[in-house]
């Protein structure tokens, strides 16, 4: 069963950094690996869609990286500001099964000014 | 113009109740979900219809049942209320199984059993 983890579980920076959002799974057979953001009260917004067959993904400042045979993902986050504040979430589709997404338990990020 | 919509965003009953939540979807989608968000934020899935027929049902209690009128509808009904189904649950549609395509999420149902 496909388990998923993000580290760390919270992150507070100041305004300008430069971050690093991590998501391991233990099933190396994925189909494909997605970002979310979730707003307090709110519902998840898709941020990027990495396929299995890509190594990363890119969106203005975001960045998605995909390392399937470690089971790792990264999202980079340039120059953060406070308006990235928010719960950042992966999911994973594991190939050959029902196709249903799973995920980790997210990393919810503070960008101070 | 909403693509993924719930209704209601708050929910307040008491034990024992029978509650509904719908869900509606606008963009043509096949594949439809159910996900409950725990007081830890964690998103387990309960449900998922394509086309209208059941794909998985994980390990959810029978007091709740999905029911899927058409492709652009999954609604929960939730028998006998219990203080542990406190919750957001949220509705999620793609484009099909076995197409990778993004998610897209309604804003949650806040539960509330007291």
């Known amino acids: 069963k496909q388990e998923v983890t993000q580290i760390p579980a919270a992150l507070s920076v100041p305004e300008g950094e430069n971050l690093v959002l991590n998501c391991s799974f233990t099933?190396?057979?994925?189909?494909?690996l997605q970002w979310f953001r979730q707003d307090p009260g709110k519902g998840l917004t898709s941020l990027l869609l990495?396929?299995?067959?890509?190594r990363e993904q890119t969106s203005g400042r975001l960045n998605a990286s995909l390392d399937k045979s470690s089971g790792r993902s990264t999202l980079y986050i340039a120059a953060s500001q406070p308006g990235d504040s928010a719960t950042y979430l992966c999911?994973?589709?594991?190939?050959?099964?029902?196709?249903?997404?799973?995920f980790g338990r997210g990393t919810s990020l503070i960008v101070h000014p | 113009d909403t693509a993924v919509s719930q209704t209601p965003k708050y929910l307040v009953t008491q034990m024992g109740n029978d509650k509904s939540i719908k869900c509606e979807q606008n963009?043509?989608?096949?594949?439809m979900y159910w996900y409950k968000q725990d007081s830890k934020k964690f998103l387990k899935i309960m449900f998922s219809?394509?086309?209208?027929?059941?794909?998985i049902n994980e390990t959810v209690p029978n007091r709740f049942s999905p029911k899927s009128p058409d492709k652009a509808h999954l609604n929960l009904h939730i028998n006998s209320l219990e203080l542990g189904d406190s919750a957001v649950y949220f509705c999620?549609?793609?484009?099909?199984?076995?197409?990778?395509?993004?998610?897209?999420f309604g804003n949650g149902t806040r539960l509330t059993v007291t």
């Open positions: 099933d190396s057979a994925i189909y494909n």
């Open positions: 963009l043509g989608h096949d594949t």
């Open positions: 999620a549609s793609s484009q099909g199984l076995g197409q990778s395509s993004p998610l897209h």
């Open positions: 999911a994973v589709v594991a190939s050959g099964g029902s196709y249903i997404p799973t």
């Open positions: 219809y394509n086309n209208k027929e059941l794909i």
């Open positions: 990495i396929q299995s067959s890509q």
